[in-house]
């Protein structure tokens, strides 16, 4: 079964303080990983698609990474507007489907 | 160029009662998804159309059924409602059936008293 772990599930820092999200997956075969990003009671917002090992993205102060088992949101000189819950999800070979972590909620003190 | 939009925002319905859930993708796409997001557990798949067809369903029963219009817009029907149906329900549309990306609407929140 296609499974995707987030650590850590919260996360304070400071603003300024540059850390990094962790999404691990085991997936039958991976069409592709993708980032969002949800505010409270709202729809996630997409962020990046990751195809292959290897592959990077970055987006102002986000960047995302992806290896074999595992893909990092690296933020960089986070603002407190940089505060929300960053999914993480993967797509099988099963068309439609995204299979989703349970999320890292950051909170960023100004 | 307008996003997915869904409606109603919020509902509330009693145990045993149906509900309807409406969405429009963004224009151009014809596949649409639905997701259900309860307290503690995430994002769970429930189901794709695309082109008018049901193409994958999630392991929900069938009490939750949709159907996809000739415009591409959704519509979700979860029937003989359950206090544990509380959830927001999130829409998703893509470009087509093999496009990967997703983008979601702002969803809306249902609570079953």
Same mark, same amino acid.
């Given at each position: 079964?296609?499974?995707? +772990?987030?650590?850590?599930?919260? /996360? !304070? /820092?400071?603003?300024?303080?540059?850390?990094?999200?962790?999404?691990?997956? #085991?997936?039958?075969? /991976?069409?592709?990983?993708?980032?969002? !990003?949800?505010?409270?009671?709202?729809?996630?917002?997409? /962020? =990046? +698609?990751?195809?292959?090992?290897?592959?990077?993205?970055?987006?102002?102060?986000? *960047?995302? #990474?992806?290896? *074999?088992?595992?893909?990092?949101?690296?933020?960089?000189?986070?603002?407190?507007?940089?505060?929300?819950?960053?999914?993480?999800?993967?797509?099988?070979?099963? =068309?439609?489907?995204?299979?989703?972590? *349970?999320? +890292? *909620?950051?909170?960023?003190?100004? | 160029?307008?996003?997915?939009?869904?409606?109603?925002?919020?509902?509330?319905?009693?145990?045993?009662?149906?509900?309807?859930?409406?969405?429009?993708?963004?224009?151009?796409?014809?596949?649409?998804?639905?997701?259900?997001?309860?307290?503690?557990?995430?994002?769970?798949? &429930?189901?794709? $159309? @695309?082109?008018?067809?049901?193409?994958?369903?999630?392991?929900?029963?069938?009490?939750?059924?949709?159907?996809?219009?000739?415009? $591409?817009?959704?519509? &979700?029907?979860?029937?003989?409602?359950? &206090?544990? @149906?509380?959830?927001?329900?999130?829409?998703?549309?893509?470009?087509?059936?093999?496009? @990967?990306?997703? $983008?979601?609407?702002?969803?809306?929140?249902?609570?079953?008293?």
């Amino acid at each position: 079964e296609d499974q995707v +772990t987030q650590s850590p599930e919260a /996360l !304070r /820092l400071q603003e300024g303080e540059s850390s990094s999200l962790n999404c691990s997956y #085991t997936v039958s075969g /991976l069409r592709g990983l993708f980032w969002y !990003r949800q505010d409270p009671g709202k729809g996630p917002e997409f /962020l =990046f +698609t990751l195809y292959s090992a290897g592959e990077e993205k970055e987006k102002e102060r986000l *960047k995302a #990474t992806l290896t *074999k088992k595992e893909s990092f949101l690296h933020i960089t000189a986070p603002k407190p507007e940089d505060s929300a819950t960053y999914l993480c999800a993967v797509q099988a070979l099963v =068309f439609g489907k995204l299979v989703f972590g *349970k999320g +890292t *909620k950051l909170t960023v003190n100004p | 160029e307008a996003g997915v939009t869904q409606s109603p925002t919020h509902l509330i319905k009693t145990r045993g009662q149906q509900a309807t859930l409406r969405c429009s993708p963004i224009s151009g796409h014809t596949s649409v998804y639905w997701y259900q997001q309860a307290l503690g557990l995430g994002l769970q798949f &429930l189901l794709w $159309y @695309d082109e008018g067809e049901e193409r994958n369903r999630g392991n929900f029963p069938p009490r939750f059924s949709g159907r996809q219009f000739p415009n $591409y817009s959704s519509e &979700l029907n979860v029937n003989a409602l359950e &206090l544990e @149906d509380s959830a927001l329900y999130l829409c998703a549309s893509s470009l087509d059936g093999s496009t @990967d990306t997703q $983008y979601f609407g702002p969803g809306t929140r249902l609570t079953v008293l």
